[in-house]
T-cell receptor, first 113, second 116 residues
Framework: DTAVSQTPKYLVTQMGNDKSIKCEQN?????MYWYKQDSKKFLKIMFS???????INETVPNRFSPKSPDKAHLNLHINSLELGDSAVYFC????????????FGPGTRLTVL | AQTVTQSQPEMSVQEAETVTLSCTYD???????LFWYKQPPSRQMILVIR??????QNATENRFSVNFQKAAKSFSLKISDSQLGDTAMYFC?????????????FGKGTRLSVIA
């Protein structure tokens, strides 16, 4: 009965590789987000989707491409991984209105070697 | 743009004592929400407490309470009767209200250690 799930929880890969992180929510929410938590624990929004449409795209390199096949899923694909991409990536979801409390997934720790 | 500042990178407290974590924010918005999230070593983000800016009454959730000072743009978290399980990173966060799928803006966090 997990509300927001992410796979994998850990990802170790070499520089230059391409990888994907999957996110699914079973809360019936219409809005999903990706946040990045860096090595200093700072959390920052990357993307926001509403009903499969991209709404927010912060200044993220275009090597990062989110894809939302349906309202319950938001995947993050990363091309040509760099050392600086090492971080914990959190997926979250919420309803658009009236009060959009965000529920977080367990996070995916990405390590680029 | 909104900013959230947590001026205490680390704090410690004895078990059963009370501790207060500070948070200030900057915004020109009149309607917004403020949150405290807890992130234990498991790294799961757990919502501790939330406050609607239009409410004057301070939010309370069991041992957790806030001191919300809207004019001063201050939102501190008080943890009473601290327990070992309270050891975690605590993040203060801001969110605009009624603006669609607005993201959370986080502070840099305070690492709290509860000592036996």
């Amino acid at each position: 009965d997990t509300a927001v799930s992410q796979t994998p929880k850990y990802l170790v890969t070499q520089m230059g590789n391409d990888k994907s992180i999957k996110c699914e929510q079973n809360l019936g929410h219409d809005t999903m987000y990706w946040y990045k938590q860096d090595s200093k624990k700072f959390l920052k929004i990357m993307f926001s989707y509403n009903n499969k449409e991209l709404i927010i795209n912060e200044t993220v390199p275009n090597r990062f491409s989110p894809k939302s096949p349906d309202k319950a899923h938001l995947n993050l694909h990363i091309n040509s991984l760099e050392l600086g991409d090492s971080a914990v990536y959190f997926c979250a979801s919420s309803l658009l209105e009236p009060y959009n409390e965000q529920f977080f997934g367990p996070g995916t720790r990405l390590t680029v070697l | 743009a909104q900013t959230v500042t947590q001026s205490q990178p680390e704090m410690s407290v004895q078990e059963a004592e009370t501790v207060t974590l500070s948070c200030t924010y900057d915004t020109s918005e009149s309607n917004y929400y403020l949150f405290w999230y807890k992130q234990p070593p498991s790294r799961q983000m757990i919502l501790v407490i939330r406050q609607e800016a239009y409410k004057q009454q301070n939010a309370t959730e069991n041992r957790f309470s806030v001191n919300f000072q809207k004019a001063a743009k201050s939102f501190s978290l008080k943890i009473s009767d601290s327990q070992l399980g309270d050891t975690a990173m605590y993040f203060c966060a801001f969110m605009k209200a009624h603006s669609g799928n607005t993201p959370l803006v986080f502070g840099k966090g305070t690492r709290l250690s509860v000592i036996a």
